[in-house]
T-cell receptor, first 118, second 113 residues
Framework: GAVVSQHPSRVICKSGTSVKIECRSL??????MFWYRQFPKQSLMLMAT?????????EQGVEKDKFLINHASLTLSTLTVTSAHPEDSSFYIC??????????????FGNGTRLTVT | AQSVTQLDSHVSVSEGTPVLLRCNYS??????LFWYVQHPNKGLQLLLK??????LVKGINGFEAEFKKSETSFHLTKPSAHMSDAAEYFC???????????FGSGTRLQVQP
C-alpha cells in the first residue's frame, strides 16, 4: 500500500536553531500534502496545506515565517521550523493522498516527528 | 464549517467485552467521515471510512461504525476488545473543498486484562 515516510522521527535542537522535517510519498505522487501538529494528549491541528510548485496555504494563527513549507516535487514536502523555541516542541505529522487515485481515496500519514527544543 | 465531537475522552473496558467510542459530527452536507487509531508516539492508521455508500462500515481489526444521519453520529464499535486495541482513537471529518481533515479531540481506549 501507499507509504508516507517522515524523517527524522525524533529531533532535539537548541533554542534559536532551525529544524527541517521531510515528508516523502514513497510509491505515489502527491500534489498536495498536509502538515499537522499535535500537542501532548491533544488532537491533531492542521497547520498548513503544502502545494507542489506553489505557496503553501496556512491555517489561521500559524506563522508562515516561522514554519516554512517547501513542496518542490511531487513526492517531497519539507517543513522547516525556524528559530525554534521550547514552545515549538511538539509532534509534527504529515499526510498525503495519491493525486492520481479516486476522489475518495484516503490520506496516508507519516509516522510523525517528535521535536524537542531545549 | 464541519466539525466532530468525541463524547468521551477516555474509555476503559475489559478484554473480551464490547467497545463503543462515540462521535457526533456537524456538517451542512453529507460528509466523509473516518476513524483513525494512533498508538503511542506513532503516526495514524486508518480504521475505516464512510463516504456516502453503505451506512454500516466495516474496518480493520474487527472495528465497524454506523453512520446515522438522523442522529448525526458515527460511533465506532467492536464486539470484543483485545489488549492490542489500547490506543488513541480519532473521529475525523473531511473538508470536501480543501480535502483536509478535521480531527476530533480523541478518545483514549484502555483495555484491562
Amino acid at each position: 500500500g501507499a507509504v508516507v515516510s517522515q524523517h527524522p522521527s525524533r529531533v532535539i535542537c537548541k533554542s534559536g536553531t532551525s529544524v527541517k522535517i521531510e515528508c516523502r510519498s514513497l510509491d505515489f505522487q502527491a500534489t498536495t500534502m498536509f502538515w499537522y501538529r499535535q500537542f501532548p494528549k491533544q488532537s491533531l491541528m492542521l497547520m498548513a496545506t503544502s502545494n507542489e510548485g506553489s505557496k503553501a496555504t496556512y491555517e489561521q494563527g500559524v506563522e508562515k515565517d516561522k514554519f516554512l513549507i517547501n513542496h518542490a516535487s511531487l513526492t517531497l514536502s519539507t517543513l522547516t521550523v525556524t528559530s525554534a523555541h521550547p514552545e515549538d516542541s511538539s509532534f509534527y505529522i504529515c499526510s498525503a493522498r495519491d493525486s492520481r487515485s479516486s476522489y475518495n481515496s484516503p490520506l496516508h500519514f507519516g509516522n510523525g516527528t517528535r521535536l524537542t527544543v531545549t | 464549517a464541519q466539525s466532530v465531537t468525541q463524547l468521551d475522552s477516555h474509555v476503559s473496558v475489559s478484554e473480551g467485552t464490547p467497545v463503543l467510542l462515540r462521535c457526533n459530527y456537524s456538517s451542512s452536507y453529507s460528509p466523509s467521515l473516518f476513524w483513525y487509531v494512533q498508538h503511542p508516539n506513532k503516526g495514524l492508521q486508518l480504521l475505516l471510512k464512510y463516504t456516502s455508500a453503505a451506512t454500516l462500515v466495516k474496518g480493520i481489526n474487527g472495528f465497524e461504525a454506523e453512520f446515522k444521519k438522523s442522529e448525526t453520529s458515527f460511533h465506532l464499535t467492536k464486539p470484543s476488545a483485545h489488549m492490542s486495541d489500547a490506543a488513541e482513537y480519532f473521529c475525523v471529518v473531511e473538508d470536501t473543498g480543501r480535502r483536509a481533515l478535521t480531527f476530533g479531540s480523541g478518545t483514549r481506549l484502555q483495555v484491562q486484562p
